[in-house]
């Protein structure tokens, strides 16, 4: 797959600034902004001060942003955020923009600086790699200047050219010969809560329930992908989400068409994708990853309710 294809994949943002932070009579025109699916909200915070710090009160500033009210986690990819919490009918996503009142006990500070966002995203990709590889080495002897380098590509989201070439001692993904992937994922059940009559409005209504991080079951780790094309659980999306998230069959996979009041199903997403489960999970891993080296999935529960 055209690597170029996802790393060019972005999501329309429209950062409001939070109505207890403006300083001003008038409040400032909202920020527009392409956030790109692979890069991380933070990146784009210094751009949203400058658009708003002469609205602004005086005194310390840390960005966060919140999307119905829920914090977002920084160090969660802008695609993967939006496929769990949005789905893909809220077009231009719209964020509150917050540079007070921190929520401390939800998130963990990540000053304008980018430091602890650069910190995340190298740990991450000594993860992955060690995953992958058995051993995270060839992540810490990466030269200064490849760091700097690598780290510019995923800040900026563009550049695929020097993001490949910042990555070019590091071993290869290859979807022939790794026996586990490293996998993110990220899972809410909103089967009880979803106030939808046909899918497609389940889906519009895509983040509606969800009002803390305590509702999203997060994880990371390998998942094994069975040796050398061989099936067994956990070779292919649908087995692996069976096994990690304890789903029934009937629920991952199901006719569209044949759907039933009351139904509860799964959708899956990956980069925006509504992902076939039969896929093998080594092709995913090797051709749909993250600049981290990890496969972020987004995965819904929802309920079909027929109108009346």
């Known amino acids: 797959m055209d690597q170029s294809i996802l790393w060019e994949g972005a ?3 429209k950062l409001v600034l939070a109505d207890s932070e403006i300083a ?20 784009i915070a210094s751009e949203a001060y400058s658009h708003f710090k002469d609205t602004l009160p005086s005194g310390e500033c840390t960005p966060w ?7 977002l986690k920084w160090g969660v990819p802008v695609g993967a955020l939006y496929d769990l919490l949005v789905g893909e009918q809220d077009i231009p996503w719209e964020i509150t923009m917050h540079f007070r009142w921190y929520p401390s006990s939800a998130l963990l500070p990540c000053p304008l600086d980018l430091s602890l966002l650069r910190a995340h995203f190298f740990n991450s990709l000594k993860e992955s790699t060690y995953i992958l590889h058995g051993s995270a080495s060839s992540v810490m002897q990466l030269s200064s200047a490849d760091q700097a380098a690598l780290w510019q590509t995923v800040q900026s989201g563009e550049k695929l050219d020097t993001f490949t070439s910042s990555i070019a001692t590091l071993p290869k993904y290859s979807d022939k010969c790794e026996s586990t992937v490293p996998v993110r994922l990220y899972f809410v059940d909103c089967s009880e809560s979803t106030p939808s009559h046909t899918q497609e409005r389940a889906r519009a209504e895509w983040g509606a329930s969800v009002t803390s991080w305590e509702e999203v079951t997060c994880s990371s780790g390998p998942v094994s992908t069975g040796e ?28 569209k068409d044949t759907m039933h009041d009351g139904q509860v199903f799964v959708c899956v997403f990956i980069h925006g994708i509504q992902v076939p489960l039969n896929t093998p999970l080594a092709w995913l ?14 995965v819904r529960r929802v309920r079909f309710i027929l109108g009346n």
Request: hydrophobic content about 40%; aromatic content about 16%; charged content about 20%.
């Open 11 to 13: 999501i329309p943002l």
């Open 24 to 43: 001003t009579l008038s409040p400032p025109e909202p920020y527009f902004v392409m956030g790109k699916r692979m890069s991380y909200l933070p990146t």
């Open 65 to 71: 942003f919140d999307y119905k009210g829920l914090p």
């Open 228 to 255: 050398h094309g061989v099936w067994e659980p956990g070779a292919n999306l649908g087995d692996a989400l069976m096994r990690l998230l304890e789903l029934p069959y009937e629920e991952l996979f199901y006719a």
């Open 285 to 298: 891993g090797s051709e749909l990853h993250f600049p981290d080296q990890f496969l972020h999935i987004a």
